[in-house]
């Protein structure tokens, strides 16, 4: 079988893949991040009432039309407790922030344009009409759509939701992912492991990028080598109703990968595995149905490349989330050499240079199973099927690991 181009598999992946649309209602303090699945309409006008927008005095803007003016306070309109009464001609109401407005005033005069006399005050600078009133409803009114669906539910958009009086919204169901790790040899950590054995790592970056991308996670645990034990774990997964299984090694067919075999025989179509890309040839996809099948290397690094790569666009689709950007241009500090058949991620470090722009320096060694040179790099330096040697101080494609370090 020839091996697929990265970009192919990808697209071949999301093709199928449709947005989660069950919903689901929460507690607003429980909606950061979700995705609305209704339009979030006001329960309330706001502002309910013609309301200032500083300290000052309310009054008729008739009745100070120049400075000079001297008018009567007769009360005052507090955040909470309004003025009961009614400005009248000549009269005044000291207010404050955010206070009622009191009926028959239309304006505020600042506090410090005015000048205190006995038993009210004198008018130091010309009113405008309707200055400092904030409107009734001049933010949105009972009733107005002001969230639409499918919007993402951040700070700013949890603070206008609040203001609107929902104390719960309608949002669509996170994507539910189940993660199976197999392997004769794997323990978990806190083990001691013995002659022939390690300790399983994948699940917990495979499953922490899982939930950073918007899902839910199921974890199916570590199971060996084993086809019953194997399809057990599976068909755990199908009655939870997961929306992608994601199987962590043995997804190739060695005598001893048993994972593309047993999930063949419980039923799964396969779709496509081999890409090439390096690491992480072995990927596996396939679907029971509508769940979909990701068969990730069992090396961490190839399972945590081929995560970034498919998993999370799929995620983020399911989710209705947009797609995380980690694309960037950066200058390469060293010549990379002409590239073979296989799209290479290389692990890498950023640096700034001296004028204050973005340096990448790859790591001496690449390994698949090295997981501490990925944890110390940055981004993924991506040298193309067949790309020539790139000279030093080159601009360089690269795949951000935290997509906010550039800013």
């Given at each position: 079988?020839n ?10 992946l999301?093709?199928?893949a449709n ?12 909606a950061e ?20 927008a500083?300290?000052g005095?309310?009054?008729?803007r ?5 400075p000079g003016?001297?008018l009567?306070?007769?009360g ?22 955010g206070?009622?407005v ?9 506090q410090?344009?005015a ?8 008018t ?19 009733g ?10 951040d700070?700013?958009r ?11 919204v309608?949002v669509?169901?996170?994507p539910l ?6 392997g ?11 002659p022939?054995?390690?300790i399983?790592?994948n699940t917990f970056?495979?499953?922490?990028l ?6 839910d ?6 199971v ?16 939870a ?7 962590l ?5 060695g005598?001893?990968d048993l994972?593309?075999?047993t999930?063949i ?6 779709d ?9 040839k072995?990927?596996?996809?396939g679907?029971f ?23 999370e666009?799929?995620?983020r689709k ?31 470090r950023l ?6 722009g ?11 199973s090295?997981?501490?040179t ?29 997509p906010?370090?550039?800013?």
């Open positions: 079988m091996l697929l181009p990265v970009a192919e598999a990808l697209s071949r999301l093709s199928r947005p989660v649309a069950v919903s689901e209602t929460l507690p607003l303090a429980e991040g979700r995705v609305l699945a209704v339009d979030l309409k006001a329960g309330l006008t706001q502002p309910p009432f013609n309301a200032s500083m300290d005095y309310a009054l008729r008739e009745d100070a039309p120049e003016a001297v009567k306070v007769i005052t309109s507090a955040a909470g407790h309004g003025f009961g009464g009614r400005v009248g001609k000549g009269e005044a109401v000291r207010i404050f922030t206070a009622p009191p009926p028959g005033a239309d304006s505020v005069l600042l410090e344009d000048e205190k006399t006995d038993g009210g005050i004198k130091n600078f010309p009113v405008r009409q309707g200055q400092h009133v904030r409107p009734r409803g001049q933010d949105f009114v009972e107005e759509a002001v969230l639409s669906a499918g919007t993402v539910l700070f700013s949890l603070t206008v939701a609040a203001g609107m009086n929902r104390p719960d309608e669509l169901r996170r992912i189940a993660i199976l790790a197999t004769d040899e794997l323990l978990p950590p806190g083990s001691t492991p013995g022939s054995q390690i399983a790592s970056g495979v499953a922490a899982a939930r950073r991308a918007g899902a996670v199921l974890d199916l645990g570590i060996p080598d084993d086809k019953a034990r194997i399809t057990a774990a599976i068909d755990k997964a199908r009655d109703k997961v929306d992608v299984i994601v199987t090694g043995g997804a190739s067919v005598d001893h994972v593309q075999a999930l025989e419980a039923g799964m179509q396969l496509f595995w081999r890409i090439a890309m390096r690491p992480g072995p990927l596996m996809v679907s149905g509508e769940t979909h099948v990701l068969g990730l290397p069992g090396n961490p690094i190839s399972s945590l490349v081929c995560s970034l790569l498919f998993l666009p799929l995620i399911l989710a209705s989330l947009p797609p995380v950007r980690r694309e960037a241009m950066v200058e390469a500090t060293v010549t990379l050499r002409a590239n073979d058949h296989r799209q290479d991620y290389i692990r890498a640096s700034k240079s001296a004028a204050g973005w340096l990448v320096e790859p790591f001496d060694k690449q390994d698949s090295m997981m501490k990925f944890a110390r790099s940055d981004c993924l330096i991506i040298r193309p099927p067949h790309a020539p040697e790139l000279p030093a101080g080159a601009p360089c494609p690269v795949m951000l690991l935290r906010d370090l550039l800013v």
